[in-house]
Nanobody, 123 residues
């Protein structure tokens, strides 16, 4: 069983930056695909970014060039650096994990979910 705990949410002005962190339990963290999804009010949950062991990360087109996903395998932490934030980035952000090395971009691809953290971008 993997437990995920997000931190770093809050309110930021448009154009600003924020970094989310997600701490994960488990001894095989390095082998997990880690990622982030988000859900805005009235919208479906959507893929944001993912990172597998030995890869640099994949991103949704809407955040490509602005967000960076990274991981610290020594401390079981995954980060999401969010730059040039826009009002449309406002959502609850969820940290996710999958035991499969190259999980995809669907919500069904991830067995483990954090509780979510709210990001509000004010214009």
């Amino acid at each position: 069983q993997v437990q995920l705990v997000e931190s770093g949410g809050g309110v930021v002005q448009a154009g600003g930056s924020l970094r989310l962190s997600c701490g994960a339990s488990g001894r095989t963290f390095v082998r997990y695909t880690m990622g982030w999804f988000r859900q805005a009010p009235g919208k479906e949950r959507e893929f944001v970014a993912r990172i597998s062991w030995g890869t640099s990360g994949n991103y949704a087109d809407s955040v490509k060039g602005r967000f960076i996903i990274s991981r610290d395998n020594s401390n079981n932490i995954v980060f999401l650096q969010m730059n040039s934030l826009k009002s449309e980035d406002t959502a609850v952000y969820y940290c996710v994990a999958s035991a499969r090395r190259n999980s995809g971009t669907s919500t069904d691809d991830y067995e483990y979910w954090g509780q979510g953290t709210q990001i509000t971008v004010s214009s």
